[in-house]
Nanobody, 124 residues
Framework: QVQLTESGGGLVQTGGSLRLSCVASGLAFDARNMAWFRQTPGKEREFVAAVIWNDTMTDYSDSVKGRFTISRDNAKNTVWLQMNSLSPEDTAVYFC?????????????????WGQGTQVTVSS
């Protein structure tokens, strides 16, 4: 059974930082691309960042590029999202995701496993 467990969300002031963590189990973590998505009420889930299975490539949405950093440790089955210079527009539920397929080079799509989400709220 695949489980993705996020943690690290919370309330932070504008300009602050948070670090989200996601621990995976039940799948070959080192063969899966990992990503973070976010969603606000009434909107579709939005791609935030992704890292390829072998940690040689990352991708970011334009809205977070330069402020957020995704990283992974395959030995710990963990992926992180370091979020700096947060603004109220970053307020959302953040979801960790693992790719459906192993060893794929497409890192913005084809995610088939999802965590429950962690709330990030940025106050103005």
């Amino acid at each position: 059974q695949v489980q993705l467990t996020e943690s690290g969300g919370g309330l932070v002031q504008t300009g602050g930082s948070l670090r989200l963590s996601c621990v995976a189990s039940g799948l070959a973590f080192d063969a899966r691309n990992m990503a973070w998505f976010r969603q606000t009420p009434g909107k579709e889930r939005e791609f935030v960042a992704a890292v390829i299975w072998n940690d040689t490539m990352t991708d970011y949405s334009d809205s977070v590029k330069g402020r957020f950093t995704i990283s992974r440790d395959n030995a710990k089955n963990t992926v992180w999202l370091q979020m700096n210079s947060l603004s109220p527009e970053d307020t959302a539920v953040y979801f960790c995701a693992a790719s459906k397929w192993r060893y794929t080079g497409t890192i913005r799509e084809d995610y088939g496993y999802w965590g429950q989400g962690t709330q990030v709220t940025v106050s103005s």
